[in-house]
């Protein structure tokens, strides 16, 4: 404590200040007391922060969130005035000493008991913040407070609003961060987005300390740049952690948050047993005297400046009240902490590792084999997709059935599109890798099925079953992609590589798909999923990292049945629509009720998932408007393949594996861009510069081959159009993939990538409506003769509204995506480039 000095008030609110408590980033600390004579503690902002309207927005919200924290381990939010001219929070006083006090000044580490049950308290502690929908983001010794029942956790959720200060965020606009370098997750050293699986490594740093007396990684005055990178890089060093907890708090220090046990898991391994005290009798004793004089004193009233203190300077941070002077005695040896923001340290700024420290390790090559499993299971799926619908008419003519009504294509894609939400919440419940290997067995089993099947009824039944197994192999890939590569540079190589296959798979899969079918049968072609789903699987269960099932996971059913009721409406609407006509009262009454039920799902995850700031799949402008531009995407791409693909095969009368070969140049355009270029980028370019010029290049390149002339069936003219659009299709779906799924958190991923697949495949069920009732258009008003040129026109029509609507998705994306490159953030200015495998 310190004493009150002229220019401090005498009052805030209804609380009667007594002496300082601290001061910190965010403005000072009182110690004050209510007319019925409770003491708390009353923090002041700073009056140039109170000018800030962000920061009064999110300082309101913060407090009100944790005024929601309950639990007999933390220190209560007792009452606030954010509307203030000064706004102020005034929390529950606790009449002990911090932990760090403690340990490292009064009676040194603590006994094996006492950590345990401190791990108990704090885990249980950290589980009302998180209900309440915060993250403590400065858990440290002294954030904790000891008394003789118990600590207390203070100063949660608050430094969350001193983001505002510099924009968005102070680590993603000026490359700096919020937190104290002895205790801070790798996440928070290279300035990633915080999940309640910081708090987590936070608290095993915590339980070194108070086990050991040490920080986690060595002392401080070692040097910031080699402290931050032991934090970010290896592995902690446990010597004096009582064994009965070594397990626990490893646990707690993963490097992958994913990987770390939510903080009931924490309780539960914790669960307290022993009688008695939960402290020394020592420890207890004064701990004891230090409350009672605490509680029993009173502040002395003095109109006379005692002769001995200098002239007090007035603090021009906290506006002067006139009043009397009244002198602190010797105040007991309590020090809270100062606010949370203890120290401004650079984001990924540590650089190389200082003389004597070795180079970063380079990742493990094993997570580079594992991309390679997600790639093999993009191209099963593909192949899947694009090469049944290469073999379609000879299923027709085998099995005997016609187009009209239900046929294995819609059931595939209405399984597909319907299920992609329950495979993404399946995905975060059971975990990504474990639900891929439940996805890559299932598909295989549907594959055998399908090929095997003897009647239309039989085919259509395992088609939707393929489908369903692919709904789940789809969210759990993009899912182990963007929680398995956060490192800026890696995660550019990863999403360019999985954008490559998005961009340019189809191509490869029509060519696989008709050479099969022209090699054997359609049988064939379902048949050879099977080896690669079985290669797949076995590189799923020994490349692929994995976490316990359900950890830090919600469930969302209803959000679930919303969302994919209205997406399987849509599609089914439209597939109406496309074979009966837009105004039939069946396909307006599918699609007004597909909208009606999209929109009640996302009002749902906006409302139930927490502040978009805070992981919500669809919040902020940035998701957004990524998952906007890609239902776009879907639309417009969609033209692309099929438009080639009638006017070689229906029109010119090449097979389905020629069709294949001559699509190749786009695919090798599309690998080339994604895997060269735009990998190559996205570390350092503004994703929707990267997206917008794919965009407005695949657009150009579809108008390219709008207009070629259709007296020649392939020749050079083709190959411009082709390489510009997959050139720009494979620049811009590994950025706008990437962004739709940047700052979510690890549990919640599943649903967010099943989010941006249902937007893909969303536009693609729009963009195959319009493209067939095209075809029907000109095929009713056309002669027999003419069909295949009417068919060529037809698809002609389709490249110009697909160009159209990838222009549209490149004005949304620059109109919404606000993101600045991870480098230009300073999340990767200084530190090297990790080794390539």
């Given at each position: 404590m310190d004493q009150l000095i002229a220019a401090d008030p005498t009052r805030i609110g209804p609380y009667r200040l007594i002496a300082r408590l601290g001061e910190g980033g965010m403005g000072l600390v009182y110690l004050g007391r209510s007319e019925g004579g409770r003491t708390v503690a009353v923090k002041v902002v700073q009056a140039e922060h109170a000018g800030h309207p962000e920061f009064r927005r999110r300082f309101a919200r913060e407090v009100a969130a944790a005024r929601r924290v309950g639990g007999d381990w933390t220190a209560s939010v007792l009452d606030a005035d954010p509307e203030a001219a000064v706004p102020w929070v005034a929390t529950q006083y606790i009449p002990g000493p911090d932990l760090r006090t403690v340990v490292a000044e009064d009676f040194g580490p603590l006994p094996e008991h006492s950590v345990h049950t401190l791990a108990n308290r704090l885990a249980v502690a950290l589980e009302a913040v998180h209900d309440a929908g915060l993250i403590h983001r400065d858990l440290k010794p002294s954030n904790v407070l000891i008394t003789v029942d118990g600590p207390r956790v203070i100063d949660f959720g608050i430094a969350r609003a001193m983001d505002s200060l510099a924009g968005d965020s102070l680590h993603t606009r000026t490359g700096m961060l919020i937190g104290s370098p002895g205790f801070m997750s790798p996440e928070q050293v290279r300035g990633l987005d915080l999940t309640p699986a910081s708090d987590v490594f936070c608290l095993g740093a915590v339980l070194v300390y108070a086990s050991t007396g040490r920080l986690l990684f060595g002392a401080a005055d070692s040097g910031l740049n080699a402290h931050l990178f032991r934090v970010a890089e290896e592995e902690p060093d446990l010597t004096g952690v009582p064994q009965s907890l070594t397990g626990l708090v490893r646990a707690c220090l993963e490097k992958v948050p994913a990987d770390r046990p939510t903080p009931r898991e924490v309780a539960a391994r914790t669960a307290v047993d022993r009688d008695g005290e939960w402290l020394p009798d020592r420890v207890l004793a004064q701990l004891g005297r230090r409350a009672a004089k605490l509680l029993d004193w009173a502040p002395e009233t003095s109109d006379a400046q005692p002769a001995a203190e200098p002239a007090a300077q007035p603090d021009p941070r906290i506006p002067s009240v006139p009043r009397q002077h009244r002198p602190v005695p010797v105040p007991p040896p309590y020090a809270p902490t100062t606010p949370a923001v203890e120290q401004l340290v650079p984001a990924q700024g540590f650089g190389p590792p200082p003389a004597g420290l070795p180079e970063p390790a380079a990742p493990h090559s094993r997570r580079w084999w594992g991309l390679g499993v997600i790639a093999l299971t993009q191209l099963l799926v593909l192949l899947d997709v694009m090469g049944f619908s290469t073999v379609l008419p000879a299923v027709q003519s085998d099995l005997g059935f016609s187009g009209d009504g239900l046929n294995p294509v819609t059931a595939y894609v209405l399984a597909f599109g319907g299920l992609l939400l329950l495979g993404g919440q399946i995905s975060d419940l059971v975990g990504a890798k474990r639900a891929l290997m439940i996805g890559l067995g299932g598909f295989a089993l549907a594959s055998v099925l399908c090929g095997s099947a003897g009647d239309p009824g039989l085919l259509i039944t395992t088609r939707a079953l393929q489908g369903a197994f692919a709904a789940l192999l789809t969210p759990s890939a993009l899912s182990l992609v963007s929680t398995g590569f956060t490192e800026p540079r890696e995660r550019a190589r990863a999403f360019g590589i999985y954008g490559a296959v998005?961009?340019?798979?189809?191509?490869?899969?029509?060519?696989?798909?008709?050479?099969?079918?022209?090699?054997?049968?359609?049988?064939?072609?379902?048949?050879?999923?099977?080896?690669?789903a079985a290669l797949a699987l076995a590189g799923a269960a020994t490349l692929l990292p994995g976490r316990p099932p359900g950890v830090g996971a919600r469930s969302d059913w209803l959000g679930v049945l919303l969302g994919s009721a209205g997406l399987a409406a849509l599609i089914?609407?439209?597939?109406?629509?496309?074979?009966?006509?837009?105004?039939?009262?069946?396909?307006?009454?599918?699609?007004?009720?597909?909208?009606?039920?999209?929109?009640?799902?996302?009002?749902?995850?906006?409302?139930?998932?927490?502040?978009?700031?805070?992981?919500?799949?669809?919040?902020?402008?940035?998701?957004?408007?990524?998952?906007?531009?890609?239902?776009?995407?879907?639309?417009?791409?969609?033209?692309?393949?099929?438009?080639?693909?009638?006017?070689?095969?229906?029109?010119?009368?090449?097979?389905?594996?020629?069709?294949?070969?001559?699509?190749?140049?786009?695919?090798?355009?599309?690998?080339?861009?994604?895997?060269?270029?735009?990998?190559?980028?996205?570390?350092?370019?503004?994703?929707?510069?990267?997206?917008?010029?794919?965009?407005?290049?695949?657009?150009?390149?579809?108008?390219?081959l709008a207009l070629v002339d259709s007296g020649s069936a392939y020749g050079p003219h083709l190959v411009p159009g082709m390489l510009l659009a997959g050139f720009g299709s494979g620049l811009a779906c590994g950025p706008l993939f990437a962004t739709a799924t940047a700052g979510i958190a690890p549990q919640r991923s599943g649903t967010a990538s099943a989010i941006v697949v249902t937007a893909q495949q969303l536009g693609e069920a729009i963009g195959a409506a319009l493209l067939l009732t095209l075809i029907g258009v000109r095929l009713t008003a056309s002669s027999e003769d003419s069909q295949a040129e009417e068919i060529m026109h037809g698809y002609t029509d389709t490249l110009w509204w697909g160009a159209g609507a990838l222009l549209l998705a490149a004005l949304v994306t620059g109109l919404l995506v606000t993101a600045r490159a991870p480098q230009a953030a300073g999340v990767d200015a200084q530190r090297p480039a990790p080794a390539r495998p």
């Open positions: 998005a961009a340019g798979g189809g191509a490869l899969a029509l060519l696989a798909g008709g050479w099969l079918a022209e090699a054997a049968s359609w049988r064939v072609t379902q048949y050879a999923a099977v080896p690669l089914y609407g439209t597939d109406e629509a496309a074979r009966l006509g837009w105004t039939t009262p069946l396909a307006l009454g599918l699609l007004a009720a597909g909208v009606l039920l999209l929109v009640a799902f996302l009002w749902r995850q906006t409302t139930a998932s927490g502040a978009p700031a805070d992981g919500s799949p669809v919040g902020g402008r940035d998701r957004l408007g990524s998952v906007l531009a890609m239902v776009l995407t879907g639309a417009g791409l969609l033209a692309l393949l099929p438009a080639l693909t009638a006017y070689m095969q229906y029109v010119f009368g090449y097979s389905p594996g020629m069709v294949g070969v001559m699509l190749l140049p786009l695919a090798a355009a599309a690998v080339i861009a994604a895997t060269q270029v735009s990998a190559r980028l996205q570390h350092r370019t503004a994703p929707r510069v990267l997206i917008v010029s794919g965009l407005v290049t695949a657009a150009v390149g579809l108008l390219v």
